[in-house]
């Protein structure tokens, strides 16, 4: 069982930066790909950015490429997700999710993913 808490989402004006941060517990999180989505109001719910078990390995939505980056510590059993030049298209709930059915980067598909987080609320204002 894996169970993850983000923290970090806020209200910013555009150009502006946040830090996610997600902790899980759980044994098997050293071994897990880790992975952000995002869904905005009315919408589906988006893969952002993904990283292997070992941190060696990242893939990023093209909408987000150049701008968020994602890391983890596992000593701290923790992702991160750094994103700069915030935009107000960016406004969404970011989920932190885990994957005990890989342990690479991923293809960015939900069904990659089995535990996911509760959310946190990411405004951008313009």
């Known amino acids: 069982q894996v169970q993850l808490v983000e923290s970090g989402g806020g209200l910013v004006q555009a150009g502006g930066s946040l830090r996610l941060s997600c902790a899980a517990s759980?044994?098997?999180?050293?071994?897990?790909?880790m992975g952000w989505f995002r869904q905005a109001p009315g919408k589906e719910r988006d893969f952002v950015a993904s990283?292997?078990?070992?941190?060696?390995?990242?893939y990023l939505s093209d909408s987000v490429k150049g701008r968020f980056t994602i890391s983890r510590d596992n000593a701290k059993n923790t992702v991160y997700l750094q994103m700069n030049s915030l935009k107000p298209e960016d406004t969404a709930v970011y989920y932190c999710a885990a994957s005990t059915l890989i342990s690479n980067s991923g293809r960015g598909s939900r069904m990659e993913y089995n535990y996911w987080g509760q959310g946190t609320q990411v405004t951008v204002s313009s």
């Open positions: 990283i292997s078990w070992n941190g060696r390995n990242t």
């Open positions: 759980g044994r098997t999180f050293s071994s897990s790909a």
